[in-house]
Structure formats: structure tokens, C-alpha cells
């Protein structure tokens, strides 16, 4: 089993940032594949990146150069920074963990666990 916390989300402004962290207090994070998920309101499930055991990592098309997942094994965290952020950011963010790695960059992630989630707002 994987339980998984989302912090850090919150109000910004267009243009402005955020950095969602995910903490695993059971889980050894270094043996599985991480990665982040979000839904809108009213919108299906969409992908946003993995990250491997090696730190190997990827973000869906639409948020590359925008969006960096990292991880702190030391600390079992996960973390999705957001920068250059759009209204069409704004979403739950979920954290998941034991995902299929070719599948979170896409409309259809996979994963065997997620946290509860966390909203981010970007509106002015």
C-alpha cells in the first residue's frame, strides 16, 4: 500500500508559481515510478508526468517547459513544480505512485495509487 499527501497547492495569479509536494509515509518511494495527475472541473483525468527510480523524468506536451517533476528519495517526497502558470492550469493535482510510465504523459494515466489531492487556482 501507498498513502500519499498533496500540499502546497493554492490561489495564483497567471504567469506566477507553485510547488506541489507529495510525502509517502509507508511507501519506498525509490522503487516505483511517481508521477502527477489532475482533473478539472468537469474534465476527464489528465496526465501531467512521471518521474522513474533512476530520475528519469517527463511532462505531457502542454506543460513542458512549464512543469518539472523531481523527487527527494532521503525524504520520500515528490514534487511538481509549476512555473509560467494558465488558467488552464487550474485543477486538482494528484499525486500517484506504482504508475505505467508511458501512460502519464497522456489523457488516460494509470496508477495503482493517488493521494487525495490538491487544488491549484490560477486566476487573476
Known amino acids: 500500500q501507498a498513502q500519499l499527501v498533496e500540499s502546497g497547492g493554492g490561489s495564483v495569479q497567471p504567469g506566477g508559481s507553485l510547488t506541489l509536494s507529495c510525502v509517502d509515509s509507508?511507501?519506498?518511494?525509490?522503487?516505483?515510478?511517481m508521477g502527477w495527475f489532475r482533473q478539472a472541473p468537469g474534465k476527464e483525468r489528465e496526465g501531467v508526468g512521471w518521474?522513474?527510480?533512476?530520475?528519469?523524468?517527463d511532462v505531457a506536451g502542454s506543460m513542458r517547459g512549464r512543469f518539472t517533476i523531481s523527487r527527494d528519495n532521503t525524504k520520500n517526497t515528490l514534487y511538481l513544480q509549476m512555473n509560467n502558470l494558465k488558467p488552464e492550469d487550474t485543477a486538482m493535482y494528484y499525486c500517484a505512485a506504482d504508475c505505467a510510465i508511458a501512460s502519464m504523459t497522456t489523457d488516460h494515466p494509470v496508477m495503482d495509487f493517488w493521494g487525495k489531492g490538491i487544488l491549484v487556482t490560477v486566476c487573476s
Open positions: 518521474i522513474d527510480s533512476a530520475d528519469r523524468s
Open positions: 509507508e511507501y519506498p518511494y525509490s522503487r516505483y515510478c
